[in-house]
């Protein structure tokens, strides 16, 4: 008979064994396991997890209603969006037939027409923010995409009022980097535009578009989908920029064709300046802080 029974593994050989179990994939605590989580098994559990996540920090943070601001990314402040249209202007002196500065310019020229609405995105926030918002329980919260452009600027007013605002950032390809107005504890990221969408609505008291590109109008269509249906309650709906909106859509066409209803066309109102939204709000809550209750079932 041998010395060494079958099986018997000499001490060098057996810590060989036992660190290939510890650094095995298999022996990672679940929590910890980052592959795991990031399987097609455990979708159902990130898409759990991006429920409750900012859902516990917005409580914690005694947030009991917000404002939805949307708005295109690409605005710039007036400032920023004149300086931009004056650089092209010198470099066209010099070049006055490049058909791609020629190009850029008009682009400028056009953002510098719109930038007014970056202005008043950020005032619109400071005044719902200093109005609203308490120590102990936080009213009408701007809450933006996180982003640059008009989510900036709403972002920016909050901020100038020394007030919180919520950020809910999305993972793309591209990747978008929160604006530094949006309150560090109140700054969300999101893989699901569809969690995304309902921390959006689950205390939205408002929702205010200001011009804007697809994200806009798809954030804007769902909304409209949601309080046309009744998923979620009347709540009120201010489009910024009438030139603007009714160029892009044409509802009065939509209802005379039967696509919507009248009644359809009066869920939304369509305003220019940061007090007529204000007013709006006004009117439809009277000056006062709405009932701390989710609006989507």
């Known amino acids: 008979m041998t010395a060494a029974r079958r099986g018997d593994i000499d001490s060098g050989a057996r810590e060989t064994l036992l660190r290939a179990i510890a650094t095995s994939p298999a022996y990672r605590l679940a929590h910890e396991d980052a592959d795991f989580l990031d399987s097609d098994e455990l979708r159902p559990v990130r898409l759990q997890l991006e429920l409750l996540k900012p859902e516990s920090h917005l409580r914690r943070q005694n947030v009991s209603s917000t404002v939805v601001v949307f708005g295109s990314a690409r605005l710039l402040p007036s400032e920023d969006a004149q300086a931009q ?158 030139g603007f909106w009714r160029r892009a859509i044409d509802f009065e066409f939509l209802v005379a064709e039967g696509f919507i209803d009248v009644e359809d066309a009066a869920l939304f109102s369509i305003v220019e300046t940061a007090e007529e939204i204000v007013n709006v709000l006004h009117a439809f809550y009277g000056g006062k802080p709405p009932a701390a209750e989710a609006m989507v079932e």
């Open 85 to 242: 249209v004056a650089a092209l202007q010198e470099r066209a002196r010099t070049r006055p037939i490049d058909p791609a500065l020629r190009s850029s310019l008009a682009r400028a020229e056009s953002q510098l027409k719109y930038s007014r609405y970056y202005d008043e995105a950020r005032r619109f926030a400071a005044i719902v923010s200093e109005h609203f918002q308490r120590e102990q329980r936080r009213d009408f919260v701007i809450v933006t995409g996180g982003g640059p452009g008009i989510m900036e600027a709403a972002n920016r007013g909050a901020h100038d009022a020394g007030a919180r605002s919520i950020g809910l950032n999305i993972t793309l390809p591209h990747e978008q980097a929160p604006n530094p107005f949006v309150s560090p504890e109140l700054s969300f990221r999101f893989r699901y535009f569809g969690l995304r969408k309902m921390h959006f609505m689950l205390r939205a008291r408002a929702l205010v578009a200001f011009p804007g590109g697809y994200g806009t109008l798809d954030e804007l269509f769902e909304v409209l989908t949601l309080v046309q249906t009744g998923k979620v309650r009347r709540l009120p709906i201010v489009l910024v920029g009438a």
